[in-house]
């Protein structure tokens, strides 16, 4: 990062956070190279973009001022929601990352847990229409059953950034792993070893935005090695057992199986011992996820490993910037992967 940009970036967050007060002049030049352990003509470049983007005002002879009013300053409600469908290795790591973030920015964050009860759901949504809560981060694949609730809070610019998915058929702020970028790091390590027959196991395509990009991603992955994507591999189902019991004992049937999540595998981890197949010398095996071991005898299998905590910590700050600036649009944002080679696919 170049110095301007730094200044820029530094001297932004102030201004959003409400540091800097509207009409407030800024520090002289001098000052703020001082500040900045540089030249003038960095801190002029930053003051010179920030004028760009109308939060601050150039009068020459005379300073540079603040022109934007942070909203949030006027906010007297602070309390925010983290709503999870539940508590597990993954989203104890998501909300270390938010509780970072939300303790720099003086709010007040209030984890729910659903259970996969949509009463619990309706109602949290209900109080971030009412505006008891100003901002609402969301984890859980209910979502889908309160699509018009969602819909109506979007559309009156209210604060919600989705975690890690997001409801079917919404567009909304979300972060999450980079999809593309995982599948084709695991499609590469098995055509790297050899493999062709590729199976894919998923949830149902209609409850998960997750899966379908993670799907997408591997058929484009898959066309990129020229690999033939078989319909009679592919399996959307929410019973991953039978759907790997059918693969495995099918005529032809695959040499490696990716699975779209660490659940649908860890479910289907049985089948093999019942079949009394082995990993990999009968059947490879990729992951996106990482395996949390329960157990000693849980093997690690081949995976990429998202970032949690980043997630968490990103999504928080970009519900902040909406608490800020509800005018600021949608966007989603990909954070890299991890790549993890664990054996657990053989060379054919």
């Not at 229409?129 to 694949?141: D, E, F, K």
């Not at 559309?155 to 979300?174: A, E, M, Q, W, Y």
């Not at 093999?272 to 005898?297: G, N």
């Given at each position: 990062m170049k110095k301007y940009e730094a200044i820029f970036n530094d001297l932004k967050q102030g201004i959003i956070s409400g540091k800097f007060s509207d009409g407030e002049r800024l520090p002289p030049?001098?000052?703020?190279?001082?500040?900045?352990?540089?030249?003038?003509?960095?801190?002029?470049?930053?003051?010179?973009?920030?004028?760009?983007i109308s939060?601050?005002?150039?009068?020459?002879?005379?300073?540079?001022?603040?022109?934007?009013?942070?909203?949030?300053n006027m906010q007297k409600n602070r309390n925010t929601v983290f709503l999870l469908n539940t508590l597990d290795a993954e989203t104890t790591k998501i909300i270390d990352g938010v509780q970072s973030v939300m303790q720099k920015q003086g709010l007040f964050?209030?984890?729910?847990?659903?259970?996969?009860?949509?009463?619990?759901?309706?109602?949290?949504?209900?109080?971030?229409?009412?505006?008891?809560?100003?901002?609402?981060?969301?984890?859980?694949?209910?979502t889908n059953l309160h699509r018009d609730e969602i819909y109506n809070a979007l559309?009156?610019?209210?604060?919600?950034?989705?975690?890690?998915?997001?409801?079917?058929?919404?567009?909304?702020?979300?972060v999450m792993s980079d999809p593309q970028q995982g599948m084709f790091l695991l499609v590469k390590h098995l055509v790297e070893?050899?493999?062709?027959?590729?199976?894919?196991?998923?949830?149902?395509?209609q409850t998960r935005t997750s899966v379908k990009q993670r799907f997408d991603a591997t058929c484009a992955a898959m066309s990129f090695f020229n690999i033939p994507l078989e319909h009679r591999y592919l399996r959307f189902s929410h019973d991953p057992k039978t759907e790997t019991h059918d693969l495995l004992t099918m005529d032809d049937p695959p040499t490696a199986i990716i699975y779209a999540s660490s659940y649908l595998y860890y479910v289907s981890l049985p089948v093999?011992?019942?079949?009394?197949?082995?990993?990999?010398?009968?059947?490879?095996?990729?992951?996106?996820?990482?395996?949390?071991?329960?157990?000693?005898?849980d093997m690690p299998v081949t995976n990429v490993d998202q970032d949690f905590f980043g997630i968490g910590s990103v999504a928080a700050k970009r519900l902040f910037e909406i608490?800020?600036?509800?005018?600021?649009?949608?966007?989603?944002?990909?954070?890299?992967?991890?790549?993890?080679?664990?054996?657990?696919?053989?060379?054919i």
């Open positions: 030049e001098e000052a703020l190279a001082k500040k900045y352990q540089t030249s003038r003509v960095p801190v002029q470049q930053a003051l010179n973009a920030l004028a760009g939060m601050v005002k150039r009068i020459a002879g005379s300073g540079t001022y603040i022109t934007y009013s942070s909203n949030l964050l209030t984890t729910k847990f659903s259970q996969f009860d949509p009463k619990i759901e309706k109602d949290v949504l209900d109080e971030l229409n009412n505006g008891n809560i100003a901002g609402l981060l969301i984890y859980t694949t209910e559309n009156h610019k209210k604060p919600i950034v989705f975690v890690d998915k997001s409801p079917n058929r919404l567009i909304g702020n979300t070893y050899g493999h062709k027959k590729i199976a894919f196991i998923g949830h149902p395509l093999f011992h019942d079949l009394k197949l082995s990993i990999p010398e009968d059947i490879s095996v990729v992951v996106h996820d990482r395996i949390q071991r329960v157990e000693e005898s608490m800020v600036n509800p005018d600021c649009g949608f966007r989603t944002e990909y954070l890299p992967v991890t790549f993890h080679d664990e054996g657990t696919v053989r060379r």
